[in-house]
């Protein structure tokens, strides 16, 4: 039967949360949630004709029923039946989803992203303004062909081939083709893994050709030679990369992802011949003058390009800069000097390092230097030298003790490392009270003294993380300013290979390249009106009929990107839309400070509170702790809970994961109370007070944690999408780091908005089945449901008129999974919910994980003083998607170096947005974010269930740290957290 249309009177117009009429049934409800919901249906509207109105705007393939999918969608006018069964019919067989690692469900892959980007889709609204991107035009040469090779590479080691062979095998396939020019043609372009092209076929008889070559296993050293052989066969032949690429472009095909590939191999031989090649990313010898700098302990940051074919509205070359954390290659026991050294403190002390090589080694201290050294080396390579000079390299394991004393089983009797050298090489030892360290397998027992090792000049493995004085320095070094960077960009094609121009590669396969970056004109979109409560007009006003503060907008001032709350329209004294005051509070002082100084800190955190209406009381007790005893930490906080506090400070002299993950634990998790850590360097002290700059920043953050709201958009210009009872959805997951992947989980994380003006925000968590590194949410189903009852329940019994979905963390490669699984989940969530209940849904993916940057053409067009791009740039043409809807947004203002916008796609809408509604409302949405005055880089939703999901990594590892991770606790970490805005 027909909907009723919703009342006028219902309209969200107070910015505030509907009173919750069901808050009695919420744990009943949310018990049952695999129970059928028996509520009377909210059907759609309907237009005049009497039928379901409908938007053509989603993407399905033409081949699928319209009837699997219970959505708003349709051709015309038909109705579209919504039923449960209907709706499960999509199910039709049993698919493993490509690149998941979830149980097999069934799925049919027959959604598909809308079409709809290309030519005369973008947006119109904002200031137009020139800018550079970093992609070059590229040419293919219509009508050339070529043919794809697979390649066996056969090695005398029993192991499988690893990336790590990579250029050894591109040495040998040189050395290969050159030795078999009869077969081979003088160009020819190799992956060093399994793949080359040629754009002649090769001349050879019969289905494979195999030969051999033999080479120096390390480049320039020939104590140690490699067999190798190379078997090799046809793949593919006559491939029209020009065809492909333009089918793709004009929408023909879905994809031409194989001759993308080609065209990166072709494109970066020059590169990989005369780099290091890591990934796509490319390091001159670092030698050369300025391509790589040094830091503390022994490390450096090497300086290279970024280079990948990208197809956007035409064929691009997208080169950026690339900076990559390194060890510095030297003798092993000037590596561990640096290392061990200890920190300077400007010109006048510099670091102090040890000398290990005096008195036979003694200055090494196991008790102080050991953990140390083996955390810093452990998974390096390490190059051993042999008295006889032979070398071999091999990954650090442990460090173990020095050679006199270390024994191991040589023929039946226990020798010492340092006896064995003795005998076996007639080598003694220079420095035998230095330590061994084991290199190689863990079940062998290659332990070597460090005398004989070198340091391999090498890239930081992926595994291993910097420190953070060394990752402090390498941000402030490599932040270089859109110009210098631009610079550095067109430096390095010229330096390569003069922009392609004098590549042989290039010009075998018909490619060529501009030489300079696209100019394309963008837009700049004004920054929206924020809403504050302005106290000076609830002074003026007279209370009548109970009447609430006055809400005012308040003008962002130009360019955007940040505003000052104190600095409102003349005579007002602002305030945050919802105050909860600081007043029933405790202070944990973990930094033993004085008395003084924390007095000195709470007066200034008064006087800052004043300063826009905040009331800060006096704390109610204060409890000094151990910060090294975590047994004293857990007791003192334990005995402040007792009192049943609204909020913690927790007083730090600096980071430390295992109290600030045991004490987030304790607060989050078990009693249920907030914290708010402060490290000693910014609470200053009697003498020295506080910033009040980082006092308004902790203010924000208590009054979010506290349930309030600081700001949010005004209504004179807030989305008209958001003008309707809708949720705002956001989601991500956090993997753990490689070395845990088969004992920490992935950690999914979703947010959903709750009141009209989208500014609170209830979280659901979920662990991901542990050893898997899953990055589509499994439980999707089950967490959107709670989340849609929780907004009805906080609003009258209203269900969300539509869902606006963002993602983050979501490769291209997995588009099509996340729209054939968690996008039917949601659907399916809707449908239990009420069968009738099919709200439209916008499906938006974020990404930060590329390399695409911006330049102003005119300097004047420039923000700041790096002169990046203003905050509200958007680039939805040219260097976009060809034919879906996708745009680079710069939404906030670049601090340091260039600004980095984020690129987003969508997936799905069938709420059949306009591009410019998207755009605004994901910008506006970027200005929401409660944890500080500026515009974030992407949407507060999608940042709130960024820091949820890591704070949910942070609960797992105090679990971890107490061997306490059993499958309650973990069951635990998943149930509602009745805490507010905890993860802010």
Request: proline residues 6%.
């Amino acid at each position: 039967m027909p909907r009723k249309k919703v009342s006028e009177s219902n309209r969200f117009e107070d910015g505030k949360p509907l009173c919750d009429i069901y808050e009695d049934d919420v744990a009943n409800e949310l018990a049952s949630l695999s129970l059928p919901f028996e509520i009377p249906a909210f059907e759609a509207e309907t237009d005049s004709s009497g039928t379901k109105s409908t938007s053509p705007s989603s993407g399905i393939s033409d081949n699928s029923s319209v009837a699997t999918l219970p959505s708003r969608r349709s051709s015309g006018n038909s109705d579209v039946s919504n039923s449960d069964s209907e709706y499960r019919s999509i199910y039709t067989r049993q698919v493993p989803m490509l690149g998941s690692t979830l149980t097999p469900c069934f799925y049919n892959y027959q959604l598909t992203v809308p079409k709809r980007g290309g030519p005369g889709t973008q947006g119109r609204i904002g200031k137009a303004v020139l800018i550079f991107a970093n992609h070059f035009p590229l040419k293919i040469r219509a009508g050339s062909s070529v043919n794809h090779y697979d390649v066996d590479v056969k090695t005398p080691w029993k192991r499988e081939n690893r990336k790590s062979d990579e250029p050894m095998f591109r040495r040998a396939f040189r050395k290969l083709c050159l030795e078999n020019s009869d077969v081979f043609p003088k160009i020819c372009a190799y992956d060093g893994a399994k793949n080359f092209y040629t754009t002649r076929r090769l001349g050879y008889n019969g289905k494979k050709w195999t030969g051999r070559v033999s080479i120096p296993e390390f480049d320039g050293d020939n104590t140690s030679i490699v067999d190798l052989t190379f078997e090799i066969q046809l793949a593919r032949s006559n491939i029209d990369i020009a065809g492909a690429v333009n089918a793709f472009i004009d929408g023909t095909t879905v994809d031409a992802n194989a001759e993308t590939q080609i065209l990166n191999i072709v494109l970066s031989q020059l590169a990989r011949e005369k780099c290091v090649s890591i990934g796509r990313n490319y390091f001159p010898e670092t030698s050369q003058h300025g391509r790589s700098i040094d830091l503390p302990g022994g490390k450096s940051v090497w300086f290279g390009f970024f280079q990948s074919v990208s197809l956007g509205w035409k064929p691009m070359v997208n080169v950026d800069v690339a900076n990559k954390p390194a060890v510095k290659g030297c003798d092993f026991i000037s590596y561990m000097e640096e290392v061990l050294s200890i920190p300077g403190r400007g010109r006048d002390y510099p670091p102090q390092k040890p000398n290990f090589r005096i008195n036979e080694g003694r200055n090494w201290k196991p008790e102080l230097h050991k953990y140390k050294l083996e955390r810093d080396i452990k998974g390096l390579k390490i190059r051993y030298i042999r008295p006889d000079e032979q070398k071999r390299e091999w990954r650090c394991n442990r460090v173990l003790e020095s050679p006199r004393n270390l024994c191991f089983e040589h023929e039946g009797e226990a020798m010492s490392v340092e006896d064995y050298f003795l005998h076996a090489y007639k080598y003694k030892l220079k420095y035998p009270f230095l330590p061994c360290i084991h290199l190689g397998s863990v079940q062998k027992t290659f332990y070597i003294p460090v005398e004989l090792c070198q340091m391999k000049a090498q890239a930081f493995p992926h595994s291993k993380k910097v420190g953070e004085d060394e990752t402090a320095q390498m941000i402030r070094k490599t932040a270089v300013t859109p110009k210098e960077r631009k610079e550095r960009i067109e430096n390095s094609l010229r330096n390569i290979s003069n922009t392609f121009k004098n590549d042989e590669y290039a010009k075998e396969f018909g490619l060529s390249v501009e030489g300079v970056m696209s100019q394309i004109q963008a837009r700049v979109y004004d920054p929206p009106h924020l809403a504050y409560k302005d106290l000076a007009r609830m002074e003026n006003l007279p209370n009548v009929l109970g009447l609430t503060p006055a809400i005012i907008p308040f003008k962002i001032p130009h360019p955007g990107g940040k505003w000052d709350m104190t600095k409102g329209p003349k005579g007002s004294k602002l305030s945050f839309i919802d105050n909860r005051h600081l007043k029933n509070w405790a202070i944990l002082d973990l930094a033993n400070l004085s008395k003084e100084d924390i007095n000195a800190f709470v007066d200034a955190l008064y006087a800052e509170g004043d300063k826009i209406g905040y009331q800060v009381e006096y704390q109610s007790e204060v409890v000094k702790a151990n910060m090294n005893s975590m047994n004293h930490v857990y007791q003192a906080f334990q005995k402040l809970c007792s009192k049943r506090p609204d909020m913690i400070l927790v007083f730090t002299r600096g980071k430390n994961a295992t109290v600030y993950n045991g004490l987030k634990y304790e607060g989050d998790i078990v009693q249920k109370i907030s914290t708010q850590f402060v490290q000693q360097k910014n609470i200053g002290s009697k003498k020295f007070s506080a910033k009040p700059a980082t006092l308004h920043n902790i203010l924000l953050k208590i009054n979010s944690k506290l349930g309030g709201t600081n700001q949010m958009l005004h209504t004179s210009n807030t989305p008209s999408i958001l003008q309707r009872p809708v949720i705002i959805m956001g989601a991500d997951v956090t993997h753990p780091a490689s070395d845990f992947k088969n004992t920490k989980p992935s950690i999914a994380a979703i947010v959903g908005s709750m009141d009209a003006k989208a500014s609170q925000y209830l979280c659901e968590i979920r662990l991901q089945n542990t050893g898997q590194v899953e990055e589509m949410i499994s439980s999707m189903e089950e967490v959107t449901k709670k989340l849609l009852i929780q907004f009805r329940n906080k609003n009258l019994g209203r269900k969300p008129e539509k869902i606006i979905f963002y993602r983050d963390g979501v490769s291209e490669g997995q588009f099509l999974i996340v729209l054939n699984q968690e996008l039917a989940a949601i659907r399916r969530a809707c449908v239990s919910l009420e069968e009738d209940y099919n709200p439209p849904i916008t499906y938006i993916v974020a990404q930060k994980r590329h390399k695409t940057r911006l330049f102003p053409v005119n300097p004047k067009d420039g923000v700041g003083k790096n002169l990046n791009v203003p905050p509200g740039t958007v680039v939805d043409h040219t260097i976009t998607h060809p034919t879906e809807f996708s745009f680079f947004l710069a939404s906030h203002e670049g601090i340091q170096g260039t600004t980095k916008p984020t690129s987003y796609h969508l997936l799905w809408d069938d709420a059949d947005m306009k591009p410019d509604d998207i755009i605004k409302m994901t910008y506006y949405m970027c200005h929401t974010y409660a944890r500080c005055e500026r515009s974030v880089s992407y949407p507060a939703p999608t940042y709130y269930a960024h820091l949820a999901a890591f704070r949910a990594r942070v609960h797992h590892d105090a679990l971890v740290d107490t061997n306490r991770d059993t499958r309650d606790n973990r069951a635990r970490l998943e149930e509602e957290i009745s805490l507010a805005n905890y993860f802010m």
